[in-house]
């Protein structure tokens, strides 16, 4: 049990100091820097931490402490602020609606939802991720992202999961530019088969994106026709939840 206790001590000193370096953690713990060095690794490997992309020597947290505890946003600015425009958004199309944020450039994470009450409805669970270059909730961010970003991205391989994945570099430039423009992304079919999304970001007082919130709906739903109207209106909760945010 020492062990245990010992991870979760370094998983809290992780999280109150990222991005933190072995020797920082040692100096704080008084522990062997081979110890600190190994749990470390082992949360890594189990999703709890990551190294930090600009600086690979330093740790934080990773995208398994948002899957397991959601719900630990309900106290923070981010789920009270987008909580009643989500449900309003949701009574407006009766659709699901989505609440993601980034895990840096490796995932969008799932931290809320508000379901619609058809028999049929797309689903994702708290909690799952979603690659940003496939998705309309991860797309919407990288194009508020500075352009090292993308290219840090595009250098990683883009994943093809349908036909239609933007898994060409320039293709996905070109997307991320349409999105820029007309303030909403859009996904049929590029990730999950038979399920398509319209997102918009939420922002902070510098632009950066912090979030993103999304209409998901099944392939059979989903009317090209329809999609200025609901981009429209998911953007509009979007700049609503960022404005809530700014305002707090």
């Keep these: 049990m020492k062990s245990v206790t010992r991870s979760l001590r370094i998983l809290e000193a992780v999280a109150q100091h990222q991005p933190v370096t072995v020797g920082e953690l040692t100096k704080l713990f008084g522990l062997p820097k081979s110890t600190v060095q190994r749990t470390l690794v082992t949360l890594a490997e189990a999703g709890w931490l990551r190294a930090n992309r600009r600086d690979t020597t330093r740790w934080e ?9 959601p719900a630990a946003l309900q106290g923070s600015s981010l789920f009270a602020a987008a909580r009643e425009p989500m449900i309003r958004l949701r009574g407006a199309v009766n659709e699901t609606i989505h609440l993601s944020v980034p895990d840096a450039l ?7 939802r508000v379901d619609c ?4 409805r797309t689903f994702h669970s708290i909690g799952a991720t979603s690659p940003l270059h496939a998705t309309a909730v991860g797309r ?7 352009n090292q970003d993308v290219e840090e991205l595009v250098a990683q391989g883009l994943e093809r999961f349908s036909d239609t994945t933007p898994a060409d570099p320039d293709e996905l430039r070109a997307e ?12 049929t079919n590029q990730y999950r088969p038979g399920v398509c999304a319209l997102a918009a970001p939420v922002l902070d007082e510098a632009g950066t994106p912090l979030a993103a919130v999304a209409i998901s709906m099944p392939d059979s739903r989903y009317d090209a026709d ?3 109207e609901w981009g429209r209106l998911v953007a509009d909760t979007a700049a609503e939840i960022t404005g809530r945010l700014v305002g707090a």
Excluded: E, F, S
């Excluded at 490796?106 to 809320?112: A, N």
């Excluded at 991320?176 to 996904?187: E, S, V």
């Design 61 to 69: 947290i990773g995208a398994r402490v948002l899957a397991v505890r």
């Design 140 to 146: 919407t961010i990288l194009a508020h992202l500075p």
């Design 226 to 228: 329809r999609a200025p």
């Design 176 to 187: 991320l530019d349409r999105i820029r423009t007309d303030g909403y992304a859009i996904n």
């Design 117 to 120: 009450d058809h028999a049929v």
């Design 106 to 112: 490796q995932c969008m994470v799932v931290v809320d």
